[in-house]
């Protein structure tokens, strides 16, 4: 994941950053919509760190894995990554 690890990071923190904003929000009783906003802009730089974690499994770990000819961990890494995708399907 060494590629992307930046990127994930400073996604992750913007989110944490947006999420005390958004109790903070609550706390003043501000205006549902906007509450709803902030929460909506946290779930993308959510979904977006998981995407680029995703792709960082699959640009490393997986690739050394088929590069090695690991064939049994290959195969549990990309049963792995499928439970991971329906899951994510499912939210």
């Known amino acids: ?15 944490n950053s947006l999420i005390l904003k958004i109790l903070k929000m609550l706390d003043d009783d501000r205006y549902c919509i ?15 760190a998981n995407l680029q974690l995703i792709e960082g499994h699959i ?3 997986i690739k050394n894995a ?5 064939h049994e961990k290959l ?3 990309m049963s792995e990554l ?9 939210k």
Do not use: E
């Open 1 to 15: 994941m060494a590629h992307n690890k930046d990127k994930v990071g400073i996604a992750l923190k913007k989110a």
């Open 34 to 48: 906007d509450i709803i906003q902030q929460n909506l802009a946290v779930i993308g730089l959510l979904r977006s």
């Open 59 to 61: 640009n490393n770990c």
């Open 66 to 70: 088929a590069t090695q000819n690991d």
């Open 75 to 77: 195969d549990a890494m």
């Open 82 to 90: 499928l439970d991971v995708v329906k899951t994510a399907q499912n």
